[in-house]
């Protein structure tokens, strides 16, 4: 297909997955090309030692220095080669280079978790002392580390309308370190105006972090949107086969850290005195940070053959993400249709309270992700729909009960009595988290096949008889894992 055929293309099925920028014939593959090539070529070139072209995995701890000037140049930062793991290593540093290209940014960290890159960033833009303005419809581990464990270290967190601009404005003062939304919240699924939210963090001088997990870079870089740090869980659709956990750092290197009250990022460096990263990383100082202060000392990197793992996954993420999001849609379209559905929820419907947001914001579809909640007569002991909902998770049986999202496989959750259980609530409404929600990532499987398992299982879950909601495995509700 030519380029100008593609476009057209795109333009009238609405599903394009990438930018129309031109190719760089020649240039670096992961840079310039559109996205789904980029995705494909993303592990990079071909070794140069040994000619293989999958990336190669470079299991150590450390690295050979060739001389002793060449070790105290490493140490002072003046020479960029690898010293120890902890810090950097050539196969975790194909994924980030690999992250980075998806999203147009200059550079990111890989760390060990998605909540470890959120502590990493954290550490170096806050102190005690300070504040975090965060929207409200956050996923609950998120929540759960503002409010009770950066609150350890003396940072403060205020919960604001996700949708309410001025409440943003109300809450920034000179003790805020920045301001923090999801793209699509975790499980409201509601999308924020990320243009004007931006323009009230900037005015005020403070960053704008995003959490871009839901949607990858396949369907949202937020730094087009005026987001000046996004993170993202890699354990989900970015590695897509849920074998492997892990998360990423990205500086979109929009923010003028030089211009505002960040020493960790620009100025004499506490850890380096010499070095100011502002000056040593100009076009990303903020992940120069985020590697020589939080991730040298936290150790929370990630582990080379996790990122070996998750740059295969990268090759397929537009094909996955396009199939996800059309398998979501028809699986939205039916739910809304049943009638033992008492209400549904997905940015693509016209009914999402947010779905002009989601319109803007995303390209290429709307995600992999629903929640709804089934009408629940028979739950005398809860609030309407509660055991409904838990019933239906025990009866899926194509589908997986388990407390995660973005496998290629279904996956579904209760989340008021499992992955939300530990927030009061009113902090569960807050968050969107209705007794009776169900989450449902939706998986690449034939829809055919979906729709009969959760046909049958809200027929199981929704019977007079609750003992035909016999549980599929093994597996009840595993409490207590916030994932
Ligand atoms: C939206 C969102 N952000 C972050 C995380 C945390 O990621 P991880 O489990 O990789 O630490 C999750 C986990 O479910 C999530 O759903």
């Known amino acids: 297909m030519t380029e100008d055929a593609a476009d057209a293309d795109a333009d009238a099925t609405g599903t394009a997955g990438g930018d129309a920028r031109e190719p760089t014939p020649g240039g670096d593959p992961r840079r310039g090309t559109r996205f789904g090539t980029r995705a494909v070529h993303a592990d990079g070139a071909a070794d140069p030692t040994t000619g293989a072209r999958a990336p190669p995995l470079h299991q150590t701890t450390s690295y050979e220095f060739p001389d002793a000037d060449v070790a105290a140049d490493r140490y002072a930062l003046a020479d960029r080669g690898h010293i120890y793991s902890r810090i950097s290593n050539p196969t975790v540093e194909r994924l980030e280079d690999a992250i980075a290209a998806l999203h147009d940014a200059p550079a990111a960290v890989a760390t060990a978790s998605g909540m470890a890159a959120l502590d990493a960033l954290t550490l170096v833009l806050a102190e005690a002392g300070d504040t975090i303005v965060c929207s409200n419809d956050t996923y609950g581990g998120t929540t759960t580390y503002f409010a009770s464990t950066a609150s350890r270290r003396g940072i403060d967190v205020e919960f604001v309308d996700t949708l309410d601009v001025d409440a943003y ?180 419907l016209d009914s999402h309270p947010t779905h002009d947001n989601a319109s803007e914001y995303l390209d290429g579809g709307y995600g992999g992700m629903i929640a709804f909640g089934l009408s629940g007569s028979d739950d005398a002991d809860g609030p309407e729909g509660y055991a409904a909902g838990k019933r239906f998770c025990e009866a899926v049986d194509l589908a997986s009960f388990l407390a995660n999202i973005g496998d290629a496989k279904t996956l579904v959750i209760h989340p008021a009595s499992t992955t939300h259980a530990q927030l009061s609530p009113d902090e569960q409404a807050d968050a969107g988290v209705t007794p009776d929600l169900v989450r449902l990532s939706v998986g690449i499987e034939d829809p055919v096949d979906l729709l009969a398992d959760l046909d049958a299982a809200i027929a199981a879950a929704t019977s007079d008889d609750v003992t035909a909601a016999t549980p599929a495995t093994d597996g009840g509700a595993r409490g207590g894992d916030d994932a």
């Open 169 to 348: 404005r109300d809450a920034i003062d000179d003790d805020t370190a920045f301001v923090h939304v999801e793209t699509v919240g975790n499980p409201s699924l509601v999308t924020p105006d990320f243009d004007a939210i931006a323009d009230v963090a900037h005015e005020h001088g403070v960053p704008l972090i995003a959490d871009n997990t839901f949607a990858t870079p396949a369907l949202c870089k937020p730094g087009e949107h005026g987001v000046d740090v996004v993170w993202e869980s890699t354990t989900k659709w970015l590695h897509g086969s849920g074998t492997t956990v892990g998360g990423v750092v990205v500086d979109t290197g929009t923010f003028d850290w030089a211009a505002h009250d960040y020493p960790e990022v620009a100025g004499p460096n506490p850890a380096y005195p010499d070095t100011d990263f502002s000056e040593y990383a100009p076009d990303a100082p903020l992940a120069a940070a985020v590697r020589y202060r939080s991730v040298r000392s936290l150790g929370d990197q990630q582990s080379p053959f996790d990122a070996w793992q998750t740059l295969q996954g990268l090759q397929t993420l537009e094909l996955r993400m396009d199939k996800h999001c059309e398998n979501a849609r028809i699986v939205a379209e039916y739910l809304q249709g049943h009638d033992d559905v008492a209400w549904v929820t997905h940015p693509g």
